[in-house]
């Protein structure tokens, strides 16, 4: 009798193989296609054969969501400057890797209903997130290559975001305030 583990290595191991021997079938037949474009598929491929393993394993396999969440985002991301042609973004688009580790501990967390990994992966993806802004906003602003609007905008909303959280109009719990106020005199 076979365990668990080993039927989702074989179905992980069985998928790959199935899929690299489609496009090898879909090259012989399609040969004036041009393939280029659609390679950061593979990669997105490949990241979504973690999640299938985190489904197939169950609870115990939930830590596949973290390596799914990163090579699925860089072939996101791989895909974004194989259209745009813009890939000079990949220096400061590496920042997104932190952000895909947030997605992929919040996702983990989900999967297994547990709080405390939710709102770290949260913490994480926002980290990533204001990293992207800031190292994005450095880069596109000195080289200006792509779109003079985004990051400005972006920075604009970073800005924004601060300075709410900080007053507590986002609608963040305010901390008890008793210890600032003197007791009731008798």
Do not use: C
Not at 77 to 89: A, D, G, K, M
Not at 149 to 171: D, E, K, M, Q, T
């Amino acid at each position: 009798m076979q365990n668990h583990r080993s039927n989702t290595g074989a179905l992980v191991g069985g998928t790959l193989l199935i899929a690299f021997g489609m496009l090898s079938l879909a090259d012989q037949f399609f040969r004036g296609f041009n393939w280029g474009f659609l390679w950061p598929f593979i990669v997105i491929g490949v990241g979504v054969l973690f999640f299938v393993a985190m489904f197939a394993g169950g609870k115990q396999a939930a830590g596949f969501a973290i390596p799914g969440t990163i090579v699925s985002g860089v072939g996101l991301v791989l895909l974004f400057q194989n259209i745009t042609r813009h890939w000079e973004s990949m220096s400061y688009f590496w920042t997104l890797i932190i952000l895909f580790v947030g997605v992929g501990i919040y996702v983990m967390g989900a999967y297994t209903n547990d709080l405390g990994q939710k709102k770290s992966g949260a913490s994480v993806m926002k980290v990533g997130l204001i990293l992207f802004i800031i190292f994005g906003s450095f880069f596109e602003m000195v080289f200006s290559s792509f779109g003079n609007l985004i990051f400005p905008i972006l920075l604009i909303l970073l800005g924004a975001y601060l300075v709410l959280n900080r007053s507590g109009l986002l609608g963040k719990h305010k901390e008890d305030t008793a210890s600032d106020t003197l007791p009731p005199v008798s």
